[in-house]
């Protein structure tokens, strides 16, 4: 079932390719999503420049604009470290408008570069220019149609994602391994949006090299993975991770 949704609902990187190889010519610890009859299918891409530091963007997991944005991010197979900007979070709100000068988001730092920005088109449009192939896709270049889809999108979640819970912050990011389409990447997304907790994403969509890294690291592929460098801790299973998040973060 799990891999049923993922597969509806999937999210791939710029030129991406598949291709079916011999079981025996693939190291095991190389991601495969599926075997068939000895032959092991691998996805792969061809990605643009990588930015040596993550970018940073402020934003609210609730908000159309900034869905886009996200959507690029997998896309593009980007490292971002998030701060949220859930209304009424006492943190990154009042910063972001102190770095960008108004209460708009999603907002855009990148500290490779020194540019920031407003404005979710222009956004796509520097991070496909500077860490992509320069070519938007379709379904983001749509204008009101693509802001539109966007937001019907997130329809069923009726605005989770969007409001201040009141929380402790952590001292350090966390670290959430997921893409932007998975169901199961956003309920979590959702709570940590929530109680305002930053974290880094690695992004992790079809055809990601980051795939095979976490399958080194862990012994497995899934999404969503959460490691805390606050408290050690490092899960699968969103279902446990939200309790986690919950548990350790928010305040009564
Ligand atoms: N044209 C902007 C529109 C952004 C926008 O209207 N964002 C809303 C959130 S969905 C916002 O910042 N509202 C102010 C608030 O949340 O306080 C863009 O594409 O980035």
Redesign the pocket.
Known sequence: MAMLMCIAFKSTLSRYKVSLIPEAEIPNNRYSFIQVAGRKLIESSNLGPRPERPIEIYE?EG????R?VREIVSVLDLDVLYYP?P?GGPNF?PKAIQLGGK????YMVDPNTGVSM????D?IKYLVDKYGDGKVPLMLSLGFFT?LTAGLAMIGRAGKGSTYKKSRLPEKPLELWAYEPSPYCKIVREVLVELELPHLYHSTARGSPKRDQLVQRTGIFQAPYLEDPNTGIKMFESAEIIDYLRNTYALA
């Open positions: 609210f908000c159309p604009f900034c886009k900007c209304k709100r209460k708009q988001f999603p407003y404005e979710s088109d956004i802001t």
